[in-house]
Structure formats: structure tokens, C-alpha cells
């Protein structure tokens, strides 16, 4: 009897033991996991967002990626503008070299990265934590037949251009100082079918060209495909509203993200939030049309979020909202409207 009672007692604080045990496992292996992801011929997508393409990284609700992305030019294009052998990256060279299967878009991106949990319906919230330069240059360009003045300038163009990343200046022209805000200005998921140009952005956002999506903002992105599929490139070391010779400060950039797959939020469009603002976005080849999908995505922000009439929706939009285009040359036209955090009370938010 007393030998049987030493048993229940030793299985009994086994047990206990592995209950005890269990929670901290639990704990350990549902903290998230930090990743990095360079760019090469097998980890890139080179001009498109594809449903269909087979992801390079998984990753879980949560996690961290450090991504590394390349600038959206030919080698020897780069070269012959005048940026020295030795400052052209290598991975950019040997993508150029081997990967045969481009288009129908222009854009190197890295990925796709596999989120996970997240589902068609669901929204992917993607915070930037961090931007830094990974090369000493920029470039602006444009070419026969693009940008927003084709008829003025039918010739092509290249000019390098020096970043110093200690002053966080662009040294356009002797005189001609250019503060830096690096951005990525494609950042996207997977469409619902297929594959598309990673060119005009849409309901996956992709080639968005905004340059308010800085360090320390958020995109919340629709979700089309299992494990969303998310892309990110064209790094810019700054842009103006509206992009218009079709290029920014073209750059090489290194990024760091947090993915969080988000079932509790429902989007058709795009949207995002900086420290001070909430952010609408529109896109549509009419311009008047993005616009339009701009404000209306804002009257139903503050409706869902706010909990305003339809009605005072409108007149908020229109008294403490901004417009701003966010761009003009890439098929769609881009323009996002912001609205002040601080104009909202504390009981509000």
C-alpha cells in the first residue's frame, strides 16, 4: 500500500511537473521569431505580384523580417551613368544575369513571404520598424514615352546621385541639397488570380509610391491569397508627391517589418497610419476616380472607427483632411487622404 502510494504521489509530481513545464514551452516557441532575407536569383520576384508564386520565406503572425531589397536598374545601365564597378551590388549582377522570368512590371522584389494564418478576407498589418540606406547613391531617370510630360521630353536620362546617410542628404546639383526620407515604394500582397505587373498599384497596393510610408508607420493591406505573399522593393531615398519623371531617388534599401495577420479588420482598399495621422488611399487610372475612392474610404474610416454619421464623416473630411497625390505615372494614379490623430479625444480613440 505504501509502495503504491509512493508511485501516485511520483507520477502525480511528474505531472504537476510537466503542467508547470508546459506554459513556458508554450511561451518560447509562440515568441516572435526574427528573420532576414537577402536578395538573390531565387529570392526575388522580378516585375511582378503573383497568386501563384512560391514563397521564400515562412514566416508566423508576429515575426520580424530584415529585408534587404535592390534598386530598379540594369548594371550596366547603372554603370554607364557613372556609378563605379565596385559600388554596383553584386546580387543585383547575378539577378540580371540569370533570372530569365521577368514582367510584365520593371521592379526587383524581394520575397514572397508567407504569413502564417493569413487567409483571403483577413488584412495584413505591416509595421516598418526601420529603413536604412544600403548603397551611397540614388538615381532619377526617365525615358521616352513615361513619366507625366512624354510630349516634353521624348529622350532618355540618368542622373547618379551622392547620399550621404550621416547628414541624411541627397547631393542633387552643387547647391541643390535634398533631405532624405527613405521608403519602399512597392510594398504588396498577392492579387486574388494569377499574376500582374508589380507597375500600377491596386487592391494589393504594390507600387504605391508613397512617400509618407517612412519608418514608424503601418500599412494595413487586403488579403487575396493564403499566406498573403507579401513583396517589397523599388526603395526610394526620397520622392515628391506625384513621382512625375516615373522615378524617385532610386535606391537600394534595408528594411525591418513586423507582419501581423488581423482577422478582426475587413478592407477593399489599402490604408495606413502614421505617428500623427490616419491615411485613406485611392487608386484608379482616373485620376478624379482615385480621388473620389480616397475620400470615400475616409467617410467609412471615421463612420467604422470613429463612430460618426455618414453625413459628419463627410464635413470632417472635408474641414481637417488632407489630399495629397500620391502619384501620376504608373497606369493607376495614386492619391491618399490624412486626417490628424490629434483632433480626436481620448474617449474617441
Do not use: C
Not at 165 to 171: E, G, S, T
Not at 235 to 246: C, F, P, R
Request: hydrophobic letters at 40%; charged letters at 20%; a negative charge.
Amino acid at each position: 500500500m505504501k509502495k503504491l502510494q509512493k508511485l501516485l504521489r511520483a507520477s502525480l509530481l511528474s505531472n504537476l511537473f510537466l503542467l508547470l513545464s508546459l506554459p513556458l514551452v508554450a511561451q518560447q516557441s509562440g515568441d516572435p521569431a526574427n528573420h532576414s532575407l537577402e536578395p538573390s536569383p531565387k529570392t526575388i520576384a522580378f516585375g511582378y505580384y503573383s497568386a501563384d508564386a512560391p514563397p521564400v520565406l515562412r514566416i508566423k503572425s508576429g515575426d520580424t523580417v530584415e529585408v534587404h531589397t535592390l534598386i530598379t536598374s540594369d548594371p550596366e545601365k547603372l554603370e554607364h551613368a557613372g556609378v563605379p564597378p565596385e559600388q554596383v551590388e553584386q546580387s543585383l549582377r547575378d539577378i540580371f544575369k540569370e533570372v530569365k522570368d521577368r514582367g510584365p512590371g520593371g521592379h526587383v522584389l524581394t520575397g514572397p513571404i508567407f504569413v502564417e494564418g493569413a487567409e483571403p478576407g483577413d488584412v495584413l498589418e505591416v509595421r516598418i520598424l526601420g529603413i536604412r540606406l544600403a548603397i551611397p547613391y540614388a538615381y532619377n531617370g526617365f525615358g521616352p514615352g513615361s513619366g507625366f510630360l512624354p510630349e516634353d521630353f521624348p529622350y532618355p536620362k540618368m542622373k547618379i546621385i551622392p547620399l550621404d546617410d550621416k547628414r541624411m542628404i541627397a547631393r542633387f546639383t552643387p547647391g541643390v541639397e535634398i533631405p532624405l526620407h527613405p521608403f519602399f515604394g512597392s510594398m504588396g500582397v498577392a492579387p486574388p488570380s494569377g499574376r500582374i505587373s508589380s507597375n500600377p498599384p491596386w487592391i494589393h497596393a504594390g507600387n504605391l509610391d508613397n512617400k509618407d510610408l517612412v519608418a514608424g508607420t503601418t500599412l494595413y493591406i487586403p488579403v487575396h491569397a493564403a499566406g498573403a505573399l507579401f513583396e517589397v522593393g523599388d526603395g526610394h531615398a526620397g520622392q515628391g508627391d506625384g513621382e512625375v519623371d516615373i522615378t524617385a531617388l532610386e535606391t537600394s534599401l534595408i528594411g525591418r517589418f513586423q507582419f501581423i495577420v488581423r482577422k478582426d479588420m475587413h478592407l477593399l482598399w489599402p490604408r495606413a497610419e502614421t505617428p500623427t495621422h490616419f491615411m485613406t488611399m485611392g487608386l484608379h487610372e482616373n485620376l478624379t476616380e482615385a480621388t473620389k475612392l480616397a475620400v470615400h474610404e475616409m467617410i467609412g474610416f471615421l463612420m467604422t472607427t470613429k463612430h460618426l454619421s455618414r453625413d459628419d464623416a463627410y464635413m470632417l473630411s472635408s474641414v481637417a483632411a488632407d489630399l495629397h497625390i500620391t502619384e501620376l505615372v504608373d497606369g493607376n494614379k495614386g492619391v491618399h487622404m490624412m486626417i490628424p490623430k490629434g483632433i480626436f479625444l481620448p474617449q474617441s480613440k
